[in-house]
């Protein structure tokens, strides 16, 4: 890798922790080794995870069983548009160590947008 796609991506990268990308600053925002970037953002991403599955669970808990078949649907897809979208977000930095940073980044940022819709639903009882 060039000296210049290696300024390209770490730019990136700050770019996204700094919230003119990915995702708003984070409790990780200050770390500068790829591997405890790549941890803290783990475990950003974990907090992240948990606080969608219960916005999941409160909204399933409002909805028939019906409705609750055809939320499980949309949200299953949405999981795996999630990921595709943070692959390809983040392929710009294939094969390097800023890979990682980015895909975790883009998951958190997607996910916290995706608890606001769920819990937008289940205040307007949809």
């Given at each position: ?6 300024w390209r991506?770490?730019?990136?990268i700050?770019?996204?922790l700094a919230?003119?990308g990915?995702?708003a600053a ?6 500068e080794r ?5 941890e803290?953002?783990g475990?950003e991403?974990g907090?992240a995870?948990?606080?969608l599955?219960?916005a999941?669970?409160?909204l399933?808990r409002k909805?028939?069983?019906e409705?609750q078949e055809?939320?499980?649907k949309a949200?299953?897809?949405w ?10 977000e983040?392929?710009a ?9 980015l ?7 997607t996910?916290k947008r995706?608890i606001?819709?769920?819990q937008?639903w ?5």
């Amino acid at each position: 890798m060039s000296v210049v796609d290696s300024w390209r991506i770490w730019m990136a990268i700050l770019l996204v922790l700094a919230g003119g990308g990915a995702v708003a600053a984070t409790r990780c925002d200050k770390i500068e080794r790829v591997d405890a970037l790549n941890e803290c953002l783990g475990d950003e991403f974990g907090m992240a995870d948990k606080a969608l599955n219960s916005a999941y669970a409160e909204l399933r808990r409002k909805l028939t069983p019906e409705r609750q078949e055809v939320l499980k649907k949309a949200e299953t897809s949405w999981i795996a548009l999630r990921d595709n979208d943070c692959d390809f977000e983040a392929s710009a930095a294939a094969g390097g160590t800023a890979y990682q940073s980015l895909y975790l980044s883009c998951q958190i940022h997607t996910t916290k947008r995706r608890i606001r819709l769920l819990q937008d639903w289940r205040k307007r009882s949809l």
